[in-house]
Every structure is written in C-alpha cells, then in structure tokens.
T-cell receptor
Framework: DGGITQSPKYLFRKEGQNVTLSCEQNLNHDAMYWYRQDPGQGLRLIYYSQIVNDFQKGDIAEGYSVSREKKESFPLTVTSAQKNPTAFYLC????????????FGSGTRLTVV | ELKVEQNPLFLSMQEGKNYTIYCNYSTTSDRLYWYRQDPGKSLESLFVLLSNGAVKQEGRLMASLDTKARLSTLHITAAVHDLSATYFCAVGPKETSGSRLTFGEGTQLTVNP
C-alpha cells in the first residue's frame, strides 16, 4: 500500500545539536510539506516543495532547513538556530496542482533535553 | 495573507446532542478540507469541499461550504463518544495553482456520556 512514512517517531535533541527528521512517500506525489504543531495549537507551515530540487519557505522557516533531491524524500533538519524546537512535526504530501488535499505521515515528536 | 478561524476552539457536548463547528476564512478560496486528529496521532482526512454549496456527509458528520460567505460548517448529529477528537479545517487560496493549505487552530471536541 502507498503511504507516507516519518521517522523516527520520537527524537531527543541536546542543546546546540542539529537533528534530521525523515519523510518518505511512495504515493508518487509531487508536493511535500513540513508542519509544526505545538500542544493545543494548529499546524504551522515550515517548508514546502512542489517539485524536485525546489522548495519554498513557509511561515516559520527560521532555524530549519530542507532538501528535495528525490521525489520520494523531503528531510527536515532542525538546526541549533531553532531556539524552541520541542513540538510535534508532521510531514504531508499531495498531488501538485490538484485538489485532493494532503496525506499526512504519522509524525515525529521532538523534545529538547 | 490567508487567515482561517475556527469556533468554538473547545466543545464539550453530551452524547445524543447536535452541534456545529464553524470555519471562516479571509480570502477567496475554492477548496476547503476537514481533518480529524486523535490525541498524539496524525491527521486523517474527513471531507474535501470544492465548490460553493458543496455538502458531504459521512456517518454523523456533515460538512458544507459557502464560498460567498467564506464559511464552512461541520455539523455533528447525535454525537457519540467515538467522535471525541480535534477537528481542523484547512483552506487553499484560489489565486494560486499550488497546493499549500492554511489550517485553522482546531476545535477540540469532547463527547461525554
């Protein structure tokens, strides 16, 4: 079955460390997205990519970086510049230019220790 | 900038009762989505609404879209405990061909016996 896989499910980061969250999809979707969710709040867009080798900043890109070298993969790096990274991170994908909405991964819960 | 507002943000209701969640958005759109999120889990797609007057129903949930009023509603009929979750609406701006969505803050629904 096609789907979108995020790993790891839980991640702990020490102060000053960079960490990378993985997102892989086998749905043949063109577009991929990273959202951040804080407790009791909605989703805020970090980065998105509509085609390979191209991506755009979302509303809260500072302290994060991404790459899109393959259609299937859209990893997110949380850098040490992100001062408050503890949150639930959701990756999603969609067919570009159509109206089918997103398919979400299961999420990664990142905690700073 | 597209803004999406949901109300209420918290809803506690008794089993068997009816209620409506509202989703207002600030700019022209031709696509609106409803998602459900269980605690600690990812988002699950409920409804896709793509035209003015669109109405979709699944079980005890019914969603509608009024693009002229920039309003969508999610109506709950005869609530049951299994409907307890957080419900998000998401909107895509009409003027772009991209698939980026903006999410509301979510409505946390608790159905009590």
């Amino acid at each position: 079955d096609g789907g979108i896989t995020q790993s790891p499910k839980y991640l702990f980061r020490k102060e000053g460390q960079n960490v990378t969250l993985s997102c892989e999809q086998n749905l043949n979707h063109d577009a991929m997205y990273w959202y951040r969710q804080d407790p009791g709040q909605g989703l805020r867009l970090i980065y998105y990519s509509q085609i390979v080798n191209d991506f755009q900043k979302g509303d809260i890109a500072e302290g994060y970086s991404v790459s899109r070298e393959k259609k299937e993969s859209f990893p997110l790096t949380v850098t040490s510049a992100q001062k408050n990274p503890t949150a639930f991170y959701l990756c999603a994908s969609s067919r570009s230019g159509t109206y089918y909405g997103y398919t979400f991964g299961s999420g990664t819960r990142l905690t700073v220790v | 900038e597209l803004k999406v507002e949901q109300n209420p943000l918290f809803l506690s209701m008794q089993e068997g009762k009816n209620y409506t969640i509202y989703c207002n958005y600030s700019t022209t759109s031709d696509r609106l989505y409803w998602y459900r999120q269980d605690p600690g889990k990812s988002l699950e797609s409920l409804f896709v609404l793509l035209s003015n007057g669109a109405v979709k129903q699944e079980g005890r949930l019914m969603a509608s879209l009024d693009t002229k009023a920039r309003l969508s509603t999610l109506h709950i009929t005869a609530a049951v405990h299994d409907l307890s979750a957080t419900y998000f609406c998401a909107v895509g701006p009409k003027e772009t061909s991209g698939s980026r969505l903006t999410f509301g803050e979510g409505t946390q629904l608790t159905v009590n016996p």
